[in-house]
Each structure stands twice: as C-alpha cells, then as structure tokens.
C-alpha cells in the first residue's frame, strides 16, 4: 500500500504547522470512524514519525525562500513498500 501526503506550508504556517495540523485531523477522522482503518493509521504514524524526526528549523529555512519570492512549496511524506520518505517541490506561481 502507498501513502502519500502532500503539505503546503504558507508565510503565516511553516511545515511544522501543517504537519501538526494534518495529524491532528486524521486522528480526529480516524476516532470518528470507531473502527480500525489500515489506511488512517498509516497516515497517522508516517505524520507522527515527521513530526518527531524532521529538523523542522532547517525545513522552514528551505522553504521560506521560496515561498517568499513567490513560489508554492510542497512537502510530499510517502511510504512505499514500507519505507517511509519526503521530499520538499518548489514550483513557480
């Protein structure tokens, strides 16, 4: 199975903000459910597992430059064949 979350951090919320944010709602989600759903707990480890391992002042010093001149930062949290990974995509508004 392959997750793939996408953050987009903005000059009034860094990636730790969205990160937290994405967390919360799909425990939120995943608590509404009352049932186990495989999909849900995966999101929610690989988010929570970023959330304890990324060097976010790092993150947002790579990302805020690009955001400031004007372009759209992702962050892409995945795992594949379970292997857990993100990636940081600038592109130009």
Request: with cysteine.
């Amino acid at each position: 199975m392959t997750i793939r979350i996408e953050l987009v951090p903005t000059l009034s919320h860094c990636i730790e903000t969205m990160a937290k944010r994405e967390y919360w709602k799909s425990v939120d989600e995943y608590l509404k459910k009352r049932n186990e759903d495989r999909k849900f707990e995966e999101k929610i480890e690989l988010l929570r597992a970023f959330l304890e391992t990324a060097d976010f002042g790092i993150l947002r010093g790579q990302s805020e430059k690009h955001i400031i001149d004007g372009k759209k930062v992702k962050f892409i949290l995945s795992i594949k064949n379970g292997k857990q990974s993100y990636e940081m995509t600038v592109e130009k508004i």
